[in-house]
């Protein structure tokens, strides 16, 4: 069982920064993926950004592209998301996800989710 747990969200103005962290544990030795995804109140959990397992390939939706930097170090067991230019409507708790499928946008492709963190951001 791999467990997931983010950590570094917080409450910024707009046009600030904030880094994501997602730390795994009981890891099992198979290739992954890893993924950010938010959810606003009242909307939908939506796909934020993905990284393969050797980081050779990355996706980004097209609202958070240019601003966001998702990046991995596997020897950590760690998944970081780096979020510039921060707006308001990045206001959501974010989560970290594993996929033991492929790299991909739907959230159907992750088995494993962290159980979130608050990201606040003010105008």
């Known amino acids: ?52 397992w050797i980081s050779e390939t990355t996706y980004y939706a097209d609202s958070v592209k240019g601003r966001f930097t998702i990046s991995r170090d596997n020897a950590k067991n760690a998944t970081y998301l780096q979020m510039n230019s921060l707006k308001p409507e990045d206001t959501a708790v974010y989560y970290c996800a594993e996929s033991g499928y492929g790299l991909g946008y739907a959230l159907t492709l992750y088995d494993y989710w962290g159980q979130g963190t608050q990201v606040n951001v003010s105008s």
């Open 1 to 52: 069982q791999v467990q997931l747990v983010e950590s570094g969200g917080g409450s910024v103005q707009a046009g600030g920064s904030l880094r994501l962290s997602c730390a795994a544990s009981g890891r099992t030795f198979r290739s992954y993926a890893m993924g950010w995804f938010r959810q606003a109140p009242g909307k939908e959990r939506e796909f934020v950004a993905a990284v393969s």
